[in-house]
């Protein structure tokens, strides 16, 4: 659980920052990739992780005028990109100007379940983080370059 608001703005930037850049080395062609055809594709996963950056935002009680879950998964790689950039951007100025050391404690509704804004902040984190690692295996398996995540990969070598 976030404690302080420095704490949660300062992996909140890493790990989007991080997501984003697995995003960058993504192609369209690699998009389509899965495990089998009940899983869900490289691209799915990736806006799957993009959306939530929405989702649980609005669970932290944040004023995201103009995001839209309603919005479908972008065709191309560039345009997914451009959204994923676009949200991360807007979920973070309003994070920096919403969450409060103080504020952290504050119970908000998670789906039916309330819990500290602190805690729904770092389980937004590890839901990225989860969905990233998914997101590095498909990568492999499309031959596309995976950054360092949490230190060099092979291709940063």
Known sequence: MFRAK????????QEGETTLACIRELTDESLSQAV???????????WHVVQSM???????NLKLDGLSLEKPMPETQAELLSEAEKIFNQTLSEYEADVTDENLNDD???????MPKGALLYAFITHQTHHRGQMSVLMRQADVKVPGIYGPSRDSE
């Open 6 to 13: 420095n704490d949660f703005l300062t992996q909140y930037r």
């Open 54 to 60: 929405i989702v649980f935002g609005e669970r932290a």
């Open 108 to 114: 908000v509704d998670f789906f039916g379940h309330n």
């Open 36 to 46: 089998s055809e009940l899983d869900r594709t490289l691209g799915e996963i990736a």
